[in-house]
């Protein structure tokens, strides 16, 4: 959580940090802070709330000329969402200036030293503590800036990608990072950092991301330096070629992200199975699979980890590879995972799914899968994120960037991926025919067209959406395949329009969840034909019998729940495995529209960031 961003070069900072961070909001936005070098002193302004915020109280407050900065968004983690708690944070002399993305553990030990030594401290955070470290070490060791970061992150316990300058040397900043993601770019005679490239791909195109336990000094007219925080050896650093393209990192017309990525589905989809198969053959190729292939083909059991979204997406895989690769499937919270003792070894293969592969619960199950031993496969957006690199092999999704802290494109890529990496063992293991393959991938093939069509339907949820905005409960009832779909449905409601929202597999109803039906209470339910239809249709009418208002959906052509249901929303025919990848398209929409009738905060929606970097 938190983005960070820095700049040292020839043109105004203050201009490229204020957008930089407005493109990193997405992963915090309790506080916004500034901290610019003018030539002669640090100016700092920081504020509780938006980025918007900051900029007009950093016109008003402060100098905002210089060629030097560091800019931060803040999701709280240590000390209340205020002013005094926002970064940028000084050393007590006021020379050094610091802004973290991440925790330090230790900070009270840490700090109760350094007040001993006569440190004082004007924030709750453990990011103030570590600034006076760093300046505790330069003074008493003599060292310059660098050294004294990394003796004092030697020190620190925790996770964190910083940016640091001394107003006495504004010729560097000095970088570091665990655990939470750091890129530096790489212009002409400038140097950009940030939590990812966004805020500086209109300037450059070259970048290097840090690994763990590494960090750099970054001194204008010299090459960057990295180094290994624990050992001090030298790195060699790749720099990267960026891909990403500045449309789409903008809204595009769009009012909100979230609209713009729901309705990027259909190419998002494509863009995942682009290159994966050829339906007419029957052939499925995945660079990242393909040499693995025997590992999923042999094991005994796949156990999914995620969070959110991701693991929504995890728990269709389940009904996906239990279905077509008659394969066991275990799907896991990965912060329960993380701390349970589970039983795993080399016989299981791990599958981590994760959008933005840094949330932190998830990489910590990568970990322990590895350690005892199990084959950790990685399902994720963000090209070279942390859970990309600490997986043993992996897929992409290729969604593009999600803005929108409500997850949309990264769940039906997911599935995507997920349903390609099944029909692949399915079909190596014998479980599905060359034939039986074909038609599933047609099908797949298909999907893109059949998801323009569920999006055809917007206006008529828009008025859906009129008619429940002001509900303050909801029912979310799927079953089979779309079990999971009702899930993420109700995620969607309640994450953005702030609407109580619970989903059920519609048969558990009756044994509890059906005591809160009256007329007050909207009921959406997912009702495709061959997802054990009647069974769905006896649900519907029981929720009739007691007053419930139901928004059902169904496949195109049904008849007997249009009869029953006060809104129908159609999705086009497709096998029953792939219904998800259609029947959530309604349910995005439904949740966004409630939620701009309700006048939330759609992209950004309160307490939430888009990468959870904290456990
Ligand atoms: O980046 P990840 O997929 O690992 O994120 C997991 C969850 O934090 C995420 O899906 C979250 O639940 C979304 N806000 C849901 O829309």
């Not at 008493?140 to 020190?155: C, D, F, P, S, Y």
Request: hydrophobic share 40%.
């Amino acid at each position: 959580m938190c983005g960070i961003v820095g700049y040292i070069g020839h043109r105004e900072a203050y201009p490229v940090l204020i957008k930089g961070l407005q493109r990193l909001e997405y992963r915090g936005y309790d506080s916004a802070g500034i901290a610019l070098y003018d030539g002669s002193e640090i100016n700092l302004s920081k504020t509780k709330g938006k980025v918007a915020d900051l900029k007009s109280k950093a016109e008003g407050e402060i100098s905002v000329q210089g060629s030097l900065g560091i800019g931060h968004t803040r999701w709280a983690t240590h000390g209340v969402p205020n002013d005094v708690n926002s970064h940028p944070h000084y050393s007590n002399s006021g020379d050094l200036v610091i802004i973290h993305n991440g925790i330090i553990e230790n900070y009270e030990s840490l700090k109760k030293a350094l007040i001993k030594r006569g440190y004082t401290f004007h924030s709750d955070t453990d990011t103030e503590v570590l600034v006076n470290l760093i300046e505790e070490v330069q003074k008493t060791e003599n060292v310059k800036l660098g050294k004294a970061v990394q003796i004092a992150l030697n020190q620190v316990v925790g996770a964190y990608a910083i940016v640091v300058f001394n107003k006495k040397k504004p010729d560097e900043l000095v970088v570091a990072k665990l655990g939470s993601p750091l890129a530096i770019g790489i212009g002409e005679e400038e140097f950009f950092i940030a939590s990812d490239a966004s805020p500086f791909i209109e300037f450059t195109s070259n970048a290097i991301y840090l690994d763990d336990e590494e960090m750099a000094i970054v001194r204008l007219g010299k090459e960057v330096k990295l180094r290994k925080i624990k050992d001090d050896a030298i790195i060699y650093p790749k720099v990267q070629e960026l891909q990403m393209n500045i449309e789409e990192i903008e809204k595009g017309g769009y009012d909100h992200f979230m609209l713009k990525e729901i309705y990027e589905q259909p190419k998002a989809i494509k863009d995942t199975y682009r290159g994966r198969f050829l339906a007419n053959e029957g052939i499925i190729k995945m660079a990242g699979m393909d040499d693995y292939l025997e590992k999923f083909t042999q094991a005994e059991r796949i156990i999914v980890v995620a969070c959110g979204t991701s693991w929504h997406a995890g728990l269709v895989g389940e009904y996906i590879f239990e279905d077509l690769a008659r394969v066991p499937v275990e799907v896991e919270y990965a912060s329960e995972f993380r701390y349970r003792n589970p039983i795993i070894n080399e016989k299981d293969v791990v599958i981590a799914i994760s959008q933005s592969g840094e949330t932190a619960d998830t990489l910590a199950a990568i970990k322990l899968a590895k350690e005892k031993g199990a084959f950790v496969f990685g399902i994720c957006n963000v090209v070279g994120s942390s859970i990309a690199r600490a997986t043993h092999a992996g897929a992409y999704t290729h969604a593009g960037p999600e803005i929108g802290v409500a997850s949309t494109k990264a769940f039906t890529t997911q599935i995507t991926v997920l349903a390609l990496l099944a029909l692949k063992i399915g079909e190596s293991k014998g479980n599905i025919s060359k034939v039986e393959l074909h038609q599933y991938l047609s099908e797949l093939e298909a999907i893109p067209t059949k998801v323009e069509k569920a999006l055809e339907a917007n206006e008529h949820v828009k008025y859906i959406a009129g008619e429940y905005k002001d509900a303050s409960n909801c029912l979310y009832l799927g079953r089979g395949f779309n079990f999971p779909v009702a899930l993420e449905g109700a995620l969607k409601l309640k994450e953005i329009s702030y609407i109580h929202a619970e989903g059920y597999p519609a048969a558990e109803m009756k044994h509890g969840p059906i005591a809160l039906i009256d007329e007050q209470m909207p009921v959406v339910v997912i009702a495709t034909r061959k997802g054990h239809y009647e069974k769905v249709v006896s649900n519907i009418q029981e929720i009739k019998s007691r007053k419930g208002k139901i928004i059902a959906v169904v496949m195109e052509g049904d008849k007997q729940v249009k009869d029953i249901a006060d809104h129908v929303l159609e999705i086009p025919e497709t096998v029953e495995c792939l219904t998800p990848l259609l029947t959530t398209i309604p349910l995005q929409l439904l949740s966004y529209h409630i939620a701009v009738m309700r006048d939330c905060n759609v992209d950004q929606p309160r307490n939430l960031a888009k990468s959870v970097t904290v456990e």
